[in-house]
């Protein structure tokens, strides 16, 4: 686990006990913010201990970018907290929760490289709900809360005009290929809201996994989506089938992808499979 300071306005947790995993916290002028909550239960009290700690001030909200289970399996840690998501993630973890198994519990465990991630662990899901849009204000400070979709439908981002920093959850990635392997990904959204992220005066963007990044990294998955995009278009057109567009789209590395991690690889081909469907695939 590491604590980052982004700048003086937002400290980070990145998570390695799986695919470093960021969560974030905003620090404004009477309160403090955070943003996902992470995968890790014991590391994000240390957090928050942390950093309520440093600056002297209390958290009072968590936002949720999306339903994934790495970003909000942290979320009792905000129990006293108002804890905010988009409809559509509300009633995913409402879902989530009703369904959830020990055995489940079990499994999602054996992919973290830290066994105790899950000690103490309540499922905890949000308090209030929100369609779009919502905003923060606090004295001069603005978050703009924004549902757009992409990576899931409903991915949010936290957007902070004055501190420039934008907070994209998984609809940016730093360390791992565009991951559309969610029911609810469109890759068509997903380009289009990256494209909106590049016309916003940001200095930082701070992606789900990874490290802080610029608009390089946002350019670049623009590039790679498109990429892919292109591709399974093509293949649809011509009459490809799914296998082809998996066997094929993989072999032609849009990303970089490590073959030494069995989940990245598979990612990547559930990607091309699911968006194969996405641009009108057969469904054969
Ligand atoms: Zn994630």
Known sequence: MVFEKANENLY?????SYYDTISCAIVLPSRLIMVDSGIHVPNMKKFRKHVEGETGKKFDTLILTHHHSDHVMGN??????????????AQKLKNWKKDMTPEKLV???ETLTDKSAFDGLEITIPTETFDDYMEIVDEDIKLVIKRTGGHTKGST??????YRFLIAGDNLLSNFPPYGADPSSNPDVWINTLKEYLTLDVEKFIPGHGEVSTDKLVKYMIEVIEKIRDFIKKGVLTGKTKEDIVKEGYDKNFYPIDEDDSFEAH???YTLSNW???????KT
Not at 157 to 162: E, F, I, Q
Request: glycine share 6%; hydrophobic share 35%.
């Open 76 to 89: 009792q840690v905000f129990s006293d907290c108002t804890i905010i998501a988009t409809k559509t993630v």
């Open 157 to 162: 981002s936290v957007y902070c005009p004055k």
């Open 276 to 282: 194969y469907k996405f641009w009108g695939g057969k």
């Open 267 to 269: 990612a990547m081909r």
């Open 107 to 109: 499994r999602r465990k």
């Open 12 to 16: 980070l947790l990145i998570d390695e």
